[in-house]
């Protein structure tokens, strides 16, 4: 049976076949399971621009792009079978939107010479392209989060003695930010706990009443899917002030709000980019794409924060595709040029301009040294009553200096663990 | 008129006692190895080992090891993810530690270690049958997951929790890291599953396997007639142990290359694999590897004709797949209690007397 089914298997991969014509954005998104919450208007954002540009412009440099969505339900090993059945078509670059399958994919893609965008996930110190050739996470990474959240909080009074309680989801990705709060917390003098919260998250209780207890005086989220809602219901219930509980990026979108309802008023969200839909690329979205009845999902995404953020990463993409085009002097290209592409990417205040996303991001340029952008962090916050995210906050820089170190000393270790030679290509 | 007894003379007590005593049943086993071993690595492409061949191998040797536990020797264990974590992060410490030492030694001694872990959890069963055991089992689940992500020794202090697999070769050909190629990693798979097999058809066979077996059928029974509950109950720990740490090592180093334990060995893992057993028929070998076969490879075939073939959004897809899983499941388990094995023992009856049944 296996082998019959294995032979389908093949003839169907052989039927689909590449199309060399197009330019392959693969998607492994998740719209099912405990994290679809976040992983639908993440893909509707990313297959939006891109159609956005097919619709318009007529593709990338005048080839069009073609998004091939995978279901990974956030499990590994739907990650590296969506891997496998994807790479085969000519994918570009992968934006897998899961830490752990970020962990799973960096040497894989390396081997097999295709970038990787974790943008603002993955593993942090993939900032050090030197080390990690394939990998790249601007503008933004989870260290600069937890340093912009300890800035933010500076910028309010003085945190010397506070204590800060860090809720995270119990995995690769919640515990990125530990060291770094560490760290901080030895400079500046605030008391850290660690109150771990296990996959999925639906259960609570227990946390929110360690919180109660011990009456931290901010309360820092590192959540994700469903995790986020049940924390700010729980916060609710036990009268948090909501203005001292800040969220990673991860943990502040419309979903994670609204069932809490007007408790959840005033609770507070990092980011790396624009809310909102008063962008001019909205308009262009709404001919060209909703009009026309070719918008991803349901629809009904448009202008929340994390399809937002989808569009922000499909965007990132075209442009670095477009980069790559110029440099290699050729419309089709490789994913071996899309990383150069990625690697020389430049992103100017202009040129968001003229995409229609004025001021949604930082302008920053991209190099071999430094694959994790400018880590810029502003401060949003939730208005129950109008139903909207605000930005609180100008976007401002981290700490570098405690950053950087923990970049260069976890690259490293990484770099002995797998023999690899550090230095630019 | 192929498949039977008659003219196929045996001499000697090895040929009569012989795992496949039908002509015909020895020389497709042959047959089907040889494909295996010679033809399959020539033709193998990435997807076609990542997605369904190694999955199949791995899972294979976790339901063999969960079959002798529950399947022969009776005792029901939930707690197989978690065994399986054992293996994955005994190899990975063995791997960091030792790079120098050929990882087949490390797979090896990581069952082993599983198996030493495995037989401590096991001792509760002397006293607990049934669900009680069933829960205590669950407790080395949540107990060892937890352990693997709190205590930071386990995972060599790495910021992020997760395991990553170095480069590992054999025979100076790489079958862990990224490195690999798809033929390589299969051979290395398929080399365990099968010493695996041929060790547990074996062992079940023997003394042993009667042992663990009479134990099932009825203990107060087996321990009057002479049989140790204590050495049979732990014994089947151990071994069931080793076989799921290999295949908890191979899934970790070879499949994955990097692993968060919650995720990838949490609760669900021990479902799929009691899952597998129990579709592919409790106490057979054969029902270990049909039943992987079928959790593995169904879900992957329901995605290429829905997403591939037939165009549909993959979250449709993705649920129906649960739908249809699970509907089979049932169905399956309606008209044959007894799983996959039984069906094939079935047809093994007809054959006999094909093509004149009268």
């Given at each position: 049976?296996?082998?019959?089914?294995?032979?389908?298997?093949?003839?169907?991969?052989?039927?689909?076949?590449?199309?060399?014509?197009?330019?392959?954005f693969?998607?492994?998104?998740?719209?099912?399971?405990?994290?679809?919450?976040?992983?639908?208007?993440?893909?509707?954002?990313?297959?939006?621009y891109?159609?956005?540009?097919?619709?318009?412009?007529?593709?990338?440099?005048?080839?069009?792009a073609?998004?091939?969505?995978?279901?990974?339900?956030?499990?590994?090993?739907?990650?590296?079978?969506?891997?496998?059945?994807?790479?085969?078509?000519?994918?570009?670059?992968?934006?897998?939107?899961?830490?752990?399958?970020?962990?799973?994919?960096?040497?894989?893609?390396?081997?097999d010479?295709i970038?990787?965008?974790?943008?603002?996930?993955?593993?942090?110190?993939?900032?050090?392209?030197q080390?990690?050739?394939?990998?790249?996470n601007?503008?933004a990474?989870?260290?600069?989060?937890?340093?912009?959240?300890?800035?933010?909080?500076?910028?309010?009074?003085?945190?010397?003695?506070?204590?800060?309680?860090?809720v995270?989801h119990?995995?690769?990705?919640?515990k990125?930010?530990?060291?770094?709060?560490?760290?901080?917390?030895?400079?500046?003098?605030y008391?850290?706990?660690?109150?771990?919260?296990?996959?999925?998250?639906?259960?609570?209780?227990?946390?929110?009443?360690?919180?109660?207890r011990?009456?931290?005086?901010?309360?820092?989220?590192y959540?994700?899917?469903?995790?986020?809602?049940v924390?700010?219901?729980?916060?609710?219930?036990?009268?948090?002030?909501?203005?001292?509980f800040?969220?990673?990026?991860?943990?502040?979108?419309?979903?994670?709000?609204l069932?809490?309802?007007?408790?959840?008023?005033g609770?507070?969200?990092?980011?790396?980019?624009?809310?909102?839909?008063?962008?001019?690329?909205?308009?262009?979205?709404?001919?060209?794409?909703v009009?026309?009845?070719?918008?991803?999902?349901?629809?009904?995404?448009?202008?929340?924060?994390?399809?937002n953020?989808?569009?922000?990463?499909?965007?990132?993409?075209?442009?670095?595709a477009?980069?790559?085009?110029?440099?290699?002097?050729?419309d089709?290209?490789?994913?071996?040029?899309?990383?150069?592409?990625?690697?020389?990417?430049?992103?100017?205040?202009?040129?968001?301009?003229?995409?229609?996303?004025?001021?949604?991001?930082?302008?920053?340029?991209?190099?071999?040294?430094?694959?994790?952008?400018?880590?810029?962090?502003?401060?949003?916050?939730?208005?129950?009553?109008?139903?909207?995210?605000?930005?609180?906050?100008?976007?401002?820089?981290?700490?570098?200096?405690?950053i950087?170190?923990?970049?260069?000393?976890?690259?490293?270790?990484?770099?002995?663990?797998?023999?690899?030679?550090?230095?630019?290509? | 008129?192929?498949?039977r007894?008659?003219?196929?003379?045996?001499?000697?007590?090895?040929?009569?006692?012989?795992?496949f005593?039908?002509?015909?049943?020895?020389?497709?086993?042959?047959?089907v190895?040889?494909?295996?071993?010679?033809?399959?690595?020539?033709?193998?492409?990435d997807?076609?080992?990542?997605?369904?061949f190694l999955?199949?191998l791995?899972?294979?040797?976790?339901?063999?090891?969960?079959?002798i536990?529950?399947?022969?020797?009776?005792?029901?264990?939930?707690?197989?993810?978690?065994?399986?974590?054992?293996?994955?992060?005994?190899?990975?410490?063995?791997?960091?530690?030792?790079?120098?030492?050929?990882?087949?030694?490390?797979?090896?001694?990581?069952?082993?270690?599983?198996?030493?872990?495995g037989?401590a959890?096991?001792?509760?069963?002397?006293?607990?049958?049934?669900?009680?055991?069933?829960?205590?089992?669950?407790?080395?689940?949540?107990?060892?997951?937890?352990?693997?992500?709190?205590?930071?020794?386990?995972?060599?202090?790495?910021?992020?929790?997760?395991i990553?697999?170095p480069?590992?070769?054999?025979f100076?050909?790489?079958?862990?890291?990224?490195?690999?190629?798809?033929?390589a990693?299969?051979?290395?798979?398929?080399?365990?599953?099968?010493?695996?097999?041929i060790?547990?058809?074996?062992?079940?066979?023997?003394s042993?396997?009667?042992e663990?077996m009479?134990?099932?059928?009825?203990?107060?029974?087996?321990?009057?007639?002479?049989?140790?509950?204590?050495?049979?109950?732990?014994?089947?720990?151990?071994?069931?142990s080793?076989?799921?740490?290999?295949?908890?090592?191979?899934?970790?180093?070879?499949?994955?290359?990097?692993?968060?334990?919650?995720?990838?060995?949490?609760?669900?893992?021990s479902?799929?694999?009691?899952?597998?057993?129990?579709?592919?028929?409790?106490?057979?070998?054969?029902?270990?590897?049909?039943?992987?076969?079928?959790?593995?490879?169904?879900?992957?075939?329901?995605?290429?004709?829905?997403v591939?073939?037939?165009?549909?959004?993959?979250?449709?897809?993705?649920?129906f797949?649960?739908?249809?899983?699970?509907?089979?499941?049932?169905?399956?388990?309606i008209?044959?209690?007894?799983?996959?094995?039984?069906?094939?023992?079935?047809?093994?009856?007809?054959?006999?007397?094909?093509?004149?049944?009268?």
């Amino acid at each position: 049976m296996t082998l019959k089914l294995a032979t389908a298997a093949m003839a169907a991969l052989m039927a689909a076949g590449p199309v060399m014509a197009d330019l392959v954005f693969p998607s492994l998104s998740y719209r099912t399971g405990p994290y679809a919450s976040g992983g639908i208007p993440f893909a509707d954002g990313y297959a939006d621009y891109f159609t956005l540009l097919n619709e318009r412009d007529g593709g990338i440099g005048g080839v069009p792009a073609r998004v091939v969505e995978c279901e990974t339900a956030y499990n590994t090993e739907r990650g590296v079978e969506c891997y496998e059945s994807t790479k085969g078509e000519g994918a570009l670059v992968y934006q897998p939107l899961s830490t752990g399958i970020t962990y799973q994919l960096i040497p894989k893609a390396t081997a097999d010479d295709i970038p990787i965008h974790s943008m603002g996930y993955g593993r942090t110190s993939a900032a050090n392209g030197q080390v990690f050739s394939h990998v790249f996470n601007y503008p933004a990474n989870y260290w600069n989060g937890a340093s912009g959240a300890i800035n933010y909080l500076m910028g309010q009074g003085d945190i010397a003695g506070k204590k800060i309680a860090l809720v995270y989801h119990n995995s690769a990705y919640g515990k990125e930010p530990i060291r770094t709060l560490e760290e901080l917390s030895e400079k500046h003098g605030y008391e850290l706990s660690l109150i771990p919260v296990d996959h999925p998250g639906q259960e609570q209780k227990s946390q929110w009443l360690q919180i109660r207890r011990d009456r931290p005086d901010f309360v820092i989220m590192y959540g994700w899917g469903v995790m986020n809602q049940v924390a700010v219901q729980e916060a609710a219930n036990i009268r948090f002030p909501m203005e001292n509980f800040i969220g990673i990026w991860w943990s502040g979108s419309e979903n994670d709000v609204l069932p809490a309802g007007d408790a959840a008023n005033g609770y507070k969200a990092l980011t790396f980019h624009g809310v909102g839909s008063e962008f001019p690329i909205f308009e262009d979205i709404q001919t060209h794409v909703v009009d026309k009845g070719l918008a991803a999902g349901a629809g009904d995404q448009i202008g929340t924060v994390l399809y937002n953020r989808g569009l922000y990463a499909a965007m990132l993409a075209a442009e670095a595709a477009k980069n790559a085009q110029d440099i290699h002097g050729t419309d089709e290209i490789t994913p071996a040029m899309m990383r150069d592409g990625m690697e020389q990417l430049e992103i100017t205040e202009a040129r968001m301009t003229e995409l229609g996303l004025p001021g949604f991001g930082p302008s920053f340029s991209v190099s071999c040294d430094n694959h994790g952008g400018p880590g810029l962090i502003g401060m949003t916050q939730w208005d129950a009553s109008a139903k909207e995210w605000t930005l609180i906050s100008e976007f401002a820089n981290t700490d570098v200096e405690v950053i950087q170190p923990l970049i260069e000393a976890d690259s490293a270790a990484y770099a002995d663990e797998n023999n690899i030679e550090v230095g630019c290509k | 008129m192929f498949y039977r007894e008659a003219g196929d003379f045996k001499t000697s007590y090895v040929d009569d006692s012989q795992t496949f005593p039908i002509k015909f049943d020895r020389y497709r086993y042959y047959f089907v190895l040889a494909v295996a071993v010679l033809v399959l690595p020539f033709v193998m492409t990435d997807y076609a080992v990542n997605s369904i061949f190694l999955p199949f191998l791995i899972y294979a040797i976790a339901a063999i090891g969960l079959n002798i536990l529950t399947g022969y020797c009776g005792q029901v264990s939930l707690g197989t993810g978690g065994f399986m974590a054992v293996g994955a992060y005994a190899c990975y410490k063995l791997m960091t530690a030792f790079p120098d030492v050929n990882i087949f030694i490390h797979v090896l001694l990581a069952g082993g270690i599983t198996a030493m872990v495995g037989t401590a959890f096991g001792l509760p069963s002397l006293r607990i049958k049934g669900f009680y055991l069933a829960v205590a089992t669950l407790a080395a689940q949540f107990f060892l997951v937890w352990l693997f992500n709190k205590v930071s020794w386990f995972y060599n202090y790495s910021a992020s929790g997760q395991i990553n697999a170095p480069e590992r070769m054999v025979f100076g050909v790489p079958v862990t890291g990224a490195n690999t190629e798809a033929w390589a990693t299969y051979l290395f798979c398929l080399a365990f599953t099968v010493l695996c097999a041929i060790i547990a058809r074996n062992l079940t066979r023997g003394s042993v396997g009667r042992e663990w077996m009479a134990i099932r059928d009825m203990d107060i029974a087996a321990e009057i007639i002479g049989v140790n509950p204590l050495k049979a109950k732990l014994t089947a720990f151990a071994v069931s142990s080793f076989f799921v740490g290999i295949s908890g090592a191979l899934f970790f180093a070879v499949y994955l290359g990097a692993v968060e334990v919650g995720e990838v060995f949490g609760i669900q893992k021990s479902f799929i694999v009691l899952f597998m057993i129990i579709i592919g028929g409790l106490g057979s070998i054969f029902g270990s590897f049909a039943g992987a076969a079928f959790l593995v490879v169904l879900p992957v075939a329901l995605k290429i004709v829905g997403v591939d073939m037939l165009g549909w959004p993959t979250d449709i897809v993705a649920h129906f797949q649960l739908v249809i899983v699970g509907a089979l499941i049932i169905i399956f388990l309606i008209a044959e209690p007894h799983g996959l094995a039984q069906l094939w023992r079935v047809t093994k009856e007809k054959l006999r007397l094909w093509p004149f049944p009268h």
